[in-house]
């Protein structure tokens, strides 16, 4: 069983930055392939894919709304996954959501997500 550990959200006003981090336990990175991503979810919204990253993390995916906004990345070696905000827009206030993936290939969709952590919230002020 993988836990998932989000944190980093916050309150921030329009134009700022944030960094999120997701702590993985129970499986490592470095022995099992899991691929990774974080998903968002807005008052009275369904959860929407926000963005991916490969096991090697050589390749990354982004919704059209945060692309050249916002990068994932990953540690493999310290089982962590982060996501930097740069650019926030109120549109951007939700609950992030850490997803994982067993195996190869992308974590795109809800639909594909094996474990999903508790989630952490990010309010953007106008």
């Known amino acids: 069983q993988v836990q998932l550990v989000e944190s980093g959200g916050s309150l921030v006003q329009a134009g700022g930055s944030l960094r999120l981090s997701c702590a993985a336990s129970?499986?490592?990175?470095?022995?099992?392939?899991?691929?990774m991503g974080w998903f968002r979810q807005a008052p009275g919204k369904e959860r929407e894919f926000v963005a991916a990253?490969?096991?090697?993390?050589?390749?990354?995916y982004y919704a059209d709304s945060v692309k050249g906004r916002f990068t994932i990345s990953r540690d493999n070696a310290k089982n962590t996954v982060h996501l930097q905000m740069s650019s926030l827009k109120p549109e951007d206030t939700a609950v992030y959501y850490c997803?994982?993936?067993?195996?190869?290939?992308?974590?795109?969709?809800?639909?594909?997500?094996?474990?999903w952590g508790k989630g952490t919230l990010v309010t953007v002020s106008s």
């Open positions: 997803a994982a993936k067993n195996g190869l290939g992308y974590a795109t969709h809800s639909s594909t997500v094996d474990y």
């Open positions: 129970g499986r490592t990175f470095m022995a099992y392939a899991m691929a």
């Open positions: 990253i490969s096991w090697s993390g050589g390749s990354t």
